[in-house]
T-cell receptor, first 113, second 113 residues
Framework: AQSVTQPDIHITVSEGASLELRCNYSYGATSYLFWYVQSPGQGLQLLLKYFSGDTLVQGIKGFEAEFKRSQSSFNLRKPSVHWSDAAEYFC???????????FGQGTRLTINP | EPEVTQTPSHQVTQMGQEVILRCVPISNHLYFYWYRQILGQKVEFLVSFYNNEISEKSEIFDDQFSVERPDGSNFTLKIRSTKLEDSAMYFC???????????FGPGTRLTVT
């Protein structure tokens, strides 16, 4: 069965520090991977996506993610966080031909000034 | 930039009442989705819709739920007889085609009392 695991429910980092949010997935078919961000009271905004090719993908707001097939991971990184990055981050996986996205449980990011 | 819109942003209803949640997907998109997020939990897939019919649905999407695309722009989710456990944020999403990312609306918060 398809599953996505985000091991960290809540992470706190200081403004200006680097960030890595973990995501592990289990999916049988060719997988497409996504990171979405949800600010309080807002919808889900796509940060970045991986379909194929270069395993390091760049997204909006200075985020990047690296796909590692051997580890079934798609971790999200940012070299220097800003207070506005405080939000909930969701990793999701889909498959060609399958309609749905399967989401992880989310990681809530808090930024200390 | 085109976006998915949803109305209302918040709906309060009494148990047993029917509700209709409305969505306007991005205009040239072909695939439409509903997801829900119970407070504090992960985003869950409900149903996908393509070519005027349901293409996939989850076990959550029972006979109490239905979807419709009544015209060329709207996409609705109807819950016939709401239960307390239907209280959640409901997200509509759309996608242009196979292999494309899904774009999410801001959500409708449904509160069943």
């Amino acid at each position: 069965a398809q599953s996505v695991t985000q091991p960290d429910i809540h992470i706190t980092v200081s403004e200006g520090a680097s960030l890595e949010l973990r995501c592990n997935y289990s999916y049988g078919a060719t997988s497409y991977l996504f990171w979405y961000v949800q600010s309080p009271g807002q919808g889900l905004q796509l940060l970045l996506k991986y379909f194929s090719g270069d395993t390091l993908v760049q997204g909006i707001k200075g985020f990047e993610a690296e796909f590692k097939r051997s580890q079934s991971s798609f971790n999200l990184r940012k070299p220097s966080v800003h207070w506005s990055d405080a939000a909930e981050y969701f990793c999701a996986v889909g498959a060609w031909g399958a309609q749905k996205l399967v989401f992880g449980q989310g990681t809530r990011l808090t930024i200390n000034p | 930039e085109p976006e998915v819109t949803q109305t209302p942003s918040h709906q309060v209803t009494q148990m047993g009442q029917e509700v209709i949640l409305r969505c306007v997907p991005i205009s040239n998109h072909l695939y439409f989705y509903w997801y829900r997020q119970i407070l504090g939990q992960k985003v869950e897939f409900l149903v996908s819709f393509y070519n005027n019919e349901i293409s996939e649905k989850s076990e959550i999407f029972d006979d109490q739920f239905s979807v419709e695309r009544p015209d060329g722009s709207n996409f609705t989710l109807k819950i016939r007889s709401t239960k307390l456990e239907d209280s959640a944020m409901y997200f509509c999403a759309s996608r242009a085609g196979q292999g494309n990312e899904q774009y999410f609306g801001p959500g409708t918060r449904l509160t069943v009392t």
